[in-house]
C-alpha cells in the first residue's frame, strides 16, 4: 500500500517512441530553435528524440515544435511535443499536442496511448479508460503489460482485470513478479477474499523479502484475516527501519483490534506526524469496517477524503458504513459520489439500487 497509485508512473508509451539510436547528432539549446533546412521530418525527429533521450525534455519540444512549423502535418512530431510535455508535469499542453497528432492519425496508437497517459494524471478515468480500452484495441500485445492499464484498473477498482491482467504478465515472467503478487493480493482484499489476499502477500513477501510495500501488504493480511499478533510483529519490524502513514497506522488499527487502546492511541498520534496516504487510509478504512468499528473506520476515510477528495473509494466506504448503520440518506448521499466519481464501478451502483 505505500507506492502511490495517483504518482506519475513510467509512461511506457513515451519508450516506444524513440526510433532507434543514431550518434552523432547536435544538441540544440538555444531558445529560438533553428533546424537544417536540409533534413527530413524523419531525420529531424531522431534529432529531437536524441534530445528526448537524454532527458532535455525543453530542448526536444522546442524542436519538435520547430518540425511543426515546418511540417504541419507531420503526426509523431506533435506526439513527441505531448510526451514532453508529460515529463514536463504540463498534461493539458500534453492533450492538446496529442489531439493535433490525432486529427492526422485517428488510429495511432502512440497519440491514443499518450492522451490515456495524460488524463490517467489529470484523473479523468472515463477519458483514461476510452483510449487505454482503443490502444488496447490497436496493439493489444503492448498494452497487455501497460503499467498504465493496470493502474487504471486499480484506480477504477476493477479488481478482477487487475487480477488477470497480472497473473497474465507473472505467467510471461516480466520480472517485476512481487508488484504482481502484491497487486493481486491488494484487489482479492477488496474483494474480501481474505484468505486469497494473504496468500498473494506471502508470495510477495517470499519474491522480495525486503519490500516495505509488500510486507505492509502481508500486514494487512493477517489483520483482515484476525491474525492480529501477527499483524503487529511486521508492523513493528518495519517500524524500525522506515517510517510511513501506512505502518503507524496499521500498528494503530492492530492494537485497536487486540483490546490495546493505549498502544493504538499512541501509533494513532505516530502516523498523524506523517503524509496521509489515500489508498492506505482507504484500506484501514474497510479492515476497521469488517470489524464494525464504524467511529473510527469513518475517521479514515474522511482523512483519505481531505487528501484526495477526487477518490471514488473512500466515499464508498462511508456509504458502506452508513448503509451497515441504518443511515439510508447518508449512504445514499456518499455512494452517489462515489458513482460520480468513478461510473464504472459495478458494485456502488448496485448499492445504490438497494437503497433507492
Known sequence: MIEKRFNPLVFFVISLLVL????????????????????????????????????????????????????????????????????????????????????????????????????????????????????????????????????????????????NISLQELKDNTGKDDVYYRRIAMAYSFKKNYPKALEYAKKAVEYNKEGASNRVELAYGFLDMGNFEDAIIVFQNLSRIRSHFDIYEGLSVAYLLSGDAVKSNFYSQEAKKYPVHSLGASATGFTLLHYKQYDRAIAEFNLAINKTPQYYLPYKGLGVVYKELGQKNKAIQYLTVAKNLNRLDKETKKLLEGLI
Open 20 to 163: 532507434g539510436a543514431l550518434a552523432g547528432f547536435l544538441l540544440y539549446k538555444s531558445s529560438n530553435t533553428k533546424i537544417n533546412s536540409k533534413k527530413s521530418a524523419n531525420e529531424l525527429l531522431v534529432d529531437a528524440n536524441m534530445l528526448y533521450n537524454k532527458h532535455s525534455y525543453s530542448d526536444a519540444l522546442k524542436l519538435y515544435e520547430a518540425i511543426t512549423k515546418k511540417y504541419s502535418a507531420y503526426a509523431p512530431a506533435y506526439v513527441g511535443m505531448g510526451n514532453s510535455y508529460l515529463q514536463l508535469k504540463k498534461y493539458d499542453k500534453a492533450i492538446e499536442s496529442y489531439n493535433k497528432s490525432l486529427i492526422l492519425r485517428n488510429d495511432d496508437f502512440l497519440t491514443n496511448a499518450g492522451l490515456g497517459s495524460a488524463y490517467l494524471e489529470l484523473e479523468d478515468y472515463d477519458k483514461t479508460y476510452f483510449y487505454l480500452r482503443k490502444t488496447q484495441y490497436l496493439a493489444p500485445n503492448i498494452t497487455r503489460v501497460s503499467s498504465n492499464l493496470l493502474k487504471l484498473y486499480d484506480a477504477l477498482g476493477m479488481y478482477d482485470e487487475v487480477i
